[in-house]
């Protein structure tokens, strides 16, 4: 693959992109211009991703900016967001990847601030995630150390999601909008099980039982 | 009665359940895909219910799905809801239920993942509930055992919404309106008490006083 | 003072009081056909409210209703609200009350059904309320109970904000639009100080200050 | 520099100072008339406030009033907001500052009534607030108390917000829109650290490396 692409495949992408970030708004897991969406450009060594410190009323098609495997800028007018290089590094380890999303969403951040794992205890969140929601590492912006924590907390795990110890979300899937759905969802459950946590201790699912729900949901529900 | 009914009265129903799923998303009973709504065909041995895997943006009425009471697509271009089976099951055993709704709403899943019913500690509560709301075993997806579970719970219980372990909640209705009534209530009584119970014990209501006022609220108020 | 009025007037209370249920929603204070929003019209021994069991989109002007002091209906197409008797016998007694609100709205209700005042540790509280929230009596609809609890509870205290036990709040202003305000931070003070309350105790503010606060916003700000 | 400013100048920080009203009720910062935004008029002794008592629905360029640094109200047909003094005292004392912000938004103020400072444990809050957002004393309205508090407490501190006791949130910045970044990152964060709080104790990031994500925040990221 090469980190050209034809200007039709782009658009396409920088349309689901733009579009995907008002998933995010509606759904309430972004504030100001925090968070991001990407996406892998088919056929291509490229994705695209959401401009540095944006609005989200002004993510449109034409804001979104094309940035190679290693998060250099190849294509638009802003800065590439600054977790750039997190993505790239996704991209570049995890060819399974189309789309990956970041967020500070308030109920699974604040399980990533005490480092704590959600436990499965929802059939929803079997379904999904196949188990409990793993904690990555503290890692500070600036080089490989987010998608390194990322990748190989994921590489141990069924969840599409990781919560980074101190810091927030990272989701991934097979596109863009999968990852946009794991985002959605993680906040979801985060909340649930919380306020299930608060009055006493939510009842354990057999693992067993966890197994065949995730197995079911992915494979036969709207596959 | 039969497997068929006039297109004009199939056509209002659908027109009925796509407009009451909007019910869910403005009281933020779901998120994505996941929750349901259904009704009974008058005179037929029919009910609409929402397809499988499709946002709720999508959710016209052409997009709605028939089914006989056994679950079987009638009519349709895509796959039933997954909770299919369920609600067929509840058509089939309570002949007085026109109308059922299914969602992850948070509060009420949080009751369910500890497995405790919620005490009526409200009046709203005792006028829509007659009672606390009670939980209904823990069951796979894939065979009767969540229809049965609803079925055998709301049996024991003046209350229209069973707490599904683990899982969400199910309501029932004369109609499909009713039944999207009793989940909005269900998830604000379900939050209303959670909040109580954070701070201290909510006080009880006299088990007289509950009788009276769901016999008042379902006999004489707005009917 | 007498049971009629000029229709000029009434259409305008009608006007009044059909858009300020539209704060309710907006302020998240309803759910479903929950609240009523009342006022009296100027001149006359009348006042306006809510119809029972209406959808909050179908509240225009024309489907409010008109009755008199003993809460009989005297001009509309639909039943009063079943809270009429409350409005009824709070108007009888406090001649200086234009208007008033009636919701469960959720933090409120949660003080309301541990039977727990709210207390002044906010000084937005002290400008609106004047000290804490009190607690009226657990009273059963269908008589004068619940006016006399709101107006017994109300005459000990400078609080517009009542909450009454297991049930929910009642509030009242010189105009309606007073009384919803009042509705609208009796809901936000008692999120903000239960959200306090839960790590730990709000500090004091004492007596003299919540005098002086009370004193300052009654007689100087924006009147 | 003058009291007077070129009436497009003036017209231009109306626009602003109005637009960025809309960003509070957008992030649910404000309820009923609460909150207010204000703007240094950039070459004049001058700065455009919200008016007092006014609903957000009519906040439009033409509502806003213009002030000397004084609080004086130079230009406008309302009474500035009854926080005036405190803008105009931080204008007086901090020359650096363009726009500021207050609110009694719902985490924030809880943490502001025990009188507790929110612990740096989110790497938003490190690149952001550069530190825990510290508590201003209990202050009364009515002279330059609350100002003076303001301006002292962020003195000692990298944060441009400050926890005002008992009250609610200021916050400055360099611009209007900096300063309203920072009230809408001051609730998230609130928030979020808050819920993470609820069920145990977030952990600690190393004061090196709050002042390296600091550091890195405000000197590279975006600008």
Redesign the interface.
């Given at each position: 693959m090469t980190a050209t692409a034809p200007a039709g495949v782009v658009d396409r992408v920088r349309d689901d992109v733009a579009a995907l970030h008002a998933e995010l708004v509606r759904?309430g897991l972004v504030?100001?211009?925090?968070g991001n969406v990407s996406a892998r450009v088919p056929g291509a060594d490229l994705f695209v991703i959401k401009p540095?410190?944006v609005s989200y009323d002004d993510l449109d098609a034409a804001a979104m900016v094309v940035c190679d495997l290693d998060g250099t800028l190849v294509d638009g007018t802003r800065?590439p967001s600054?977790d750039t290089a997190a993505h790239a590094y996704v991209y570049r380890h995890r060819p399974d990847v189309g789309g990956q999303v970041h967020t500070?969403s308030?109920?699974a951040?604040?399980?990533a601030?005490?480092?704590?794992a959600i436990p499965c205890?929802?059939?929803?969140m079997a379904d999904e995630f196949g188990g409990p929601i793993p904690v990555g590492p503290?890692a500070?912006?600036?080089d490989d150390s987010i998608g390194r924590g990322v990748v190989d907390t994921l590489g141990g795990s069924r969840s599409p999601a990781v919560l980074m110890?101190?810091?927030?979300v990272f989701t991934v899937g097979a596109t863009a909008r999968d990852a946009v759905?794991a985002a959605?969802?993680c906040e979801?459950v985060a909340?649930?099980?919380?306020?299930?946590?608060?009055?006493?201790?939510?009842?354990a699912?057999a693992a067993s039982?966890i197994d065949?729900?995730h197995d079911?949901y992915q494979n036969v529900?709207?596959r």
């Open positions: 759904y504030v100001w211009t925090a540095s410190g800065s600054s500070h308030t109920y951040s604040a399980w601030a005490r480092g704590e205890v929802l059939t929803a503290f500070l912006i600036g110890r101190s810091h927030g759905k959605v969802m979801d909340r649930t099980v919380h306020i299930a946590r608060q009055l006493g201790e939510p009842l699912i039982d065949r729900l079911r529900y709207g």
